[in-house]
């Protein structure tokens, strides 16, 4: 029966501190932690880590703090956090990881992309991560979405290189659930340099998505008219 009373009060004190982490309380997190440092490597039911939701959440402090406490870094946190050195240790024991999946169906180069760490980027596509590999989750997001999605037209550029590289363009209108490729996503955000940029690689201003709406269709509903212009012209 102790023991089972100690499972248990394990399990209320890791669920509070996941909670604390949700709602973005900084102090708390760091208390928690004063408290009891094996905190750092709480997961979720889901088996996420806790410095991965930290980030899905938009709370980067507490991520930091988190690494800053000595969380376990894998290649997707390290990959997120835009912890370089970190990356460079593991891919060098086990290049294969490049390519991993997390439990949410994401791959270290996505991560990097849609965090906006361009330097992991650029070293996961000089190390074998695929570019046209998609999220294994209902998304079905390549990294180049990510990057869109994110807003971060450096990395964007530099995947779209990566692909033509090898010829492979088939990530610029790649479909991610609801049939949105990156143009869409880039029309609708108003990112009228992405727009120029997938334009250039060849992106199909004429795609639509399931329920048929094309890029500019979605900019026109955002008031996005420069954008618009440009992609009826491409038609």
């Known amino acids: 029966m102790v023991a089972i009373g100690r499972l248990d009060k394990t399990m209320d004190t890791s669920q509070e501190f996941i909670q604390a982490v949700k709602n973005g309380e900084l102090a708390a997190v760091e208390q928690m932690l004063n408290q009891d440092p ?22 980067p402090a507490i991520a930091d703090l988190l690494v800053s406490r000595g969380a376990t870094l894998d290649v997707f946190t390290a990959s997120a956090t835009g912890r370089l050195e970190r990356l460079l240790e593991l891919l060098a024991a086990e290049p ?3 390519n991993a999946y997390a439990e949410d169906g994401f791959q270290p180069l996505g991560l990097a992309a849609f965090f906006g760490q361009a330097p992991v980027a650029r070293f996961l596509l000089a190390n074998g991560s695929q570019v046209n590999s998609p999220s ?14 994110g807003e971060h037209f450096e990395i964007a550029r530099d995947l779209l290189a990566a692909g033509a590289a090898v010829q492979d363009t088939a990530q610029v209108n790649a479909k991610q659930a609801g049939d949105f490729t990156p143009l869409h996503a880039a029309a609708q955000n108003g990112q009228m340099e992405m727009v120029e940029l997938l334009l250039m690689y060849g992106a199909d201003p004429s795609a639509r998505s399931q329920d048929g709406r094309t890029p500019a269709d979605l900019a026109w509903e955002k008031g996005r008219l420069e954008i618009v212009e440009l992609l009826k012209s491409k038609e």
């Open 96 to 98: 294969e990881l490049a």
């Open 136 to 149: 294994r989750n209902a998304q079905r997001v390549m990294p180049l979405h990510s990057a869109v999605a």
């Open 38 to 59: 094996g905190l750092v490597d709480t997961r979720t039911e889901q088996g996420l880590s806790i410095v991965l939701l930290a980030m899905y959440i938009s709370q």
